[in-house]
């Protein structure tokens, strides 16, 4: 039968110390949380060019059958403004980027969406192993009355968020 250790080096470890010694030891990092990364993994960016491309196609196919003089012009500016819509949220998927670094979260995106880890009062990082071909990473964060959603598709970004939501 095995005594208790009497070692007066020994200690009892809380709850999150035998947590973090169970993590991935790509997790475990003692370093400051930053990192940058495209916001989209390539996979959303082709799913989102074909699309486009068939948005395109289908939509240059259909205006040769419409009778363009019977639009009137709130209807001819309905069409514009939801092309400009499609254009401008594709260019940013493509070209969008996000980082954390120096206490603060950023996107680029038609706006910058920018927090401060200090602000948090609640966060959420959504990740879906084998769905983030097409569902995004993304961390949700409240600060106050504010919901700030975060996209990513760089792993070392995807790290850090996970790492931010334990607490390191």
């Keep these: 039968m095995a005594e208790p250790t009497t070692d007066p080096t020994a200690r009892a470890t809380s709850p999150q110390e035998e947590f973090a010694g169970a993590m991935p030891s790509e997790l475990r990092t003692d370093a400051p949380l930053e990192a940058e990364g495209p916001a989209f993994t390539v996979l959303i960016k082709l799913l989102a060019s074909v699309l486009v491309g068939a948005l395109i196609f289908w939509g240059a196919r259909a205006s040769r059958v419409l009778v363009w003089q019977e639009f009137s012009l709130q209807a001819s500016l309905v069409w514009l403004a939801a092309l400009a819509i499609v254009l401008v949220v ?17 996107q680029t995106w038609a706006w910058k969406k920018q927090v401060r880890i200090a602000e948090i009062r609640q966060a959420k990082f959504i990740y879906l192993p084998y769905l983030s071909w ?15 959603v975060f996209y990513t598709g760089h792993p070392d970004v995807q790290r850090a968020f996970a790492a931010l939501m334990l607490g390191k």
């Design 134 to 148: 097409l569902i995004a990473p993304r961390l949700i964060v409240r600060t106050g009355p504010i919901m700030t």
């Design 90 to 106: 594709y260019y940013w998927i493509l070209k969008s980027r996000t980082s954390i670094k120096q206490g603060v979260i950023e």
